[in-house]
């Protein structure tokens, strides 16, 4: 990875949860000038909620920081057994503050045996934080693209399918927003194009080069509706040497 293009991930990745705290921190402000000048019973919580969120914001950010370092003096991905259903719970958790703000309805169909529980065969092997980061991309573009859709009409579908004959499993992305023209469709995974006035046209070319990193695939689908679906494929962790790898988020607590 050239300097420049390190400089260029790191600026975009990071400006993510950066922006995310400065939104979370003028919320809080807002909230706090409120309180104090008209004091409310069960105000607090709320609060140190977003108080929170805000850390969790850094911590993420830190983790990147960390990755990025670690794959450019190993140049190859941590290997973890990843959680695809705690990671998208958690991935929604960092962007809980955007989909209240821009009124989002949140729709989540997973598939049965992923979580906590589930058996190995339906883990990941790979890189949880930068599995995270494709993640978090994809979910944000979905809330920015709906940004047009008229209040009430904004809906985030999220669902994921296991495919045991391919030995792979798919997350779904699913949004109402504006929609990708076939100019746009033609270049959405290209470096430095982008859909968004002020985007840096770089997050969905790192996605696309992160999943195929992990061997994955990353496409995208239009809505028969409004807007379109996002498809990530990974291949499902097999045998005993996946088993035995640490889990994602679990290591993550530890250090954090």
Not at 87 to 94: I, K
Not at 103 to 113: C, E, P, R, T
Not at 148 to 173: C, F, H, K, M, N
Not at 202 to 219: A, P
Request: aromatic fraction near 4%; proline fraction near 5%; charge should be negative.
């Amino acid at each position: 990875m050239a300097v420049g293009e390190m400089a260029t991930t790191l600026a975009h990745e990071l400006n993510q949860p950066l922006g995310a705290v400065t939104n979370v921190l003028r919320g809080l402000k807002a909230r706090l000038s409120a309180a104090i000048a008209n004091p409310q019973p069960g105000a607090l919580p709320p609060l140190g909620q977003g108080v929170q969120l805000a850390l969790d914001q850094v911590q993420y950010a830190a983790r990147i920081i960390g990755r990025i370092r670690d794959y450019t003096q190993s140049r190859q991905p941590r290997r973890e057994r990843v959680d695809l259903h705690a990671l998208l719970h958690n991935s929604l958790t960092l962007l809980d503050w955007d989909l209240g703000r821009h009124g989002v309805q949140l729709s989540i169909d997973l598939a049965a045996g992923i979580g906590a529980d589930s058996d190995d065969a339906t883990a990941v092997a790979g890189d949880g934080v930068m599995l995270q980061q494709v993640m978090v991309n994809l979910l944000r573009n979905a809330i920015d693209a709906m940004s047009v859709t008229p209040a009430g009409q904004r809906r985030l579908d999220i669902g994921s399918r296991i495919d045991a004959a391919a030995g792979q499993i798919e997350i779904t992305i699913a949004d109402t927003g504006c929609g990708i023209g076939d100019d746009g469709a033609a270049q959405l995974f290209m470096p430095f194009y982008s859909t968004k006035p002020t985007g840096m046209g770089i997050g969905l070319n790192i996605c696309r080069s992160l999943i195929e990193l992990h061997q994955g695939r990353l496409w995208f689908t239009p809505n028969a509706g409004r807007g379109c679906t996002f498809h990530v494929a990974l291949p499902l962790a097999q045998g005993d040497e996946a088993r035995r790898l640490p889990r994602f988020l679990d290591a993550e607590s530890a250090v954090s």
